[in-house]
């Protein structure tokens, strides 16, 4: 028999999680719930498995910048075949990585606030 916490929970890993982070940080005022993306930023609407009604950003609905297209401003030192490093201008990058449709995320309910926090994957 095994010693393994996860293992007397039912359920996937998504599910095992919900179960955990509700009995360890249990608070009646916010919820953590799974949501499929339906329609991809900038336009977001989500639906969550619990009831299947869509949300969208006119709902108080809010998206991590992470899960978004959206640019930083980065530096870069560059190796050089000499054994040193070149020092690198600030460039302006894009990050790629919005969520598309399909896509599960981890929604934080607050009454009628909705924050997508993350993406889950397998």
């Known amino acids: 028999m095994t010693n393994d916490k996860w293992a007397s929970k039912r359920g996937g ?3 095992q999680l919900v179960q955990q982070i509700r009995k360890i940080g249990f ?3 916010v919820s953590v719930e799974f949501a499929t993306v339906k ?3 900038p336009a977001l609407v989500i639906e969550l498995d619990r009831d299947g009604i869509p949300i969208d950003m006119q709902d108080n609905l809010t998206i991590a910048e992470h899960l978004t297209e959206h640019t930083r401003l980065m530096s870069f030192s560059v190796p050089v075949t000499t ?3 070149a020092n690198a201008n600030k460039h302006t990058v894009t990050i790629h990585g919005a969520l598309q449709s399909g896509d599960r995320v981890f929604v934080l309910i607050d ?3 909705y924050f997508v926090i993350d993406k ?3």
């Open 27 to 29: 608070n009646k005022d």
């Open 39 to 41: 329609t991809p930023p």
């Open 83 to 85: 054994g040193g490093t």
């Open 120 to 122: 889950a994957v397998e």
């Open 13 to 15: 890993w998504d599910s």
């Open 111 to 113: 009454g009628n606030n």
